[in-house]
């Protein structure tokens, strides 16, 4: 008898990309949503409980972003409005510990960390019957593609496969400042 693992996104927290896995600082409380800069570097941390009884391995966390209610699209390198980011900090793949607290069971956090194609986890991504991890992506928000207050929602996937639940999902509201108002090209006059 063959048994299928369920996924509830029990909770999340938003993280500036200033330090390592456990030094870098948080931007607010769990599961508490927060107004972000664009063309910076953030880290979202996304806890995943299993709630089938039913381990399963190789798992692979896909980032999906969804665009004032437009529908999700996988985040990745060349995506527009959300795109994985280079973190100075962190390596891609690099494992993750148990840091958010609604999860419970077995931790997994092996390659939890992605910087690259929104993907986290993989060949070594086993999760526990009953247990959790804590996928977290480096990405930014994209000026180019954003307007000033739009809101962006982010959530995880088991590789493309929405979870059954959701209980805890970030809404981000975009900060985007206003172009300069000083002409790029003025003349200074010297008396």
Known sequence: MSCT?????????GRNDDGNETTATWIANQSTNWTQLTDTNFRVRLEVQETAACG??????????NKNSAGWVTVNGTSANVRSSASPNLADAANVTDQLTAGTGTFQG???FDEVNGA?????MDIAA????EPEFC?????GDVADADSIQLRITDNGTAFASYDA??????????PSSVPRNYAVIVA
């Open 5 to 13: 693992a369920a996924w509830n996104e029990k909770s999340f927290r």
């Open 56 to 65: 399963k391995n190789n798992v692979v966390w896909q980032l999906q972003y």
């Open 110 to 112: 092996a390659t939890g």
């Open 120 to 124: 986290a986890g993989g060949a070594s």
């Open 130 to 133: 009953s247990g959790h991890s």
């Open 139 to 143: 990405v930014q928000i994209l000026s």
């Open 169 to 178: 999902m970030p809404t981000i509201t975009v900060s985007k400042p206003a």
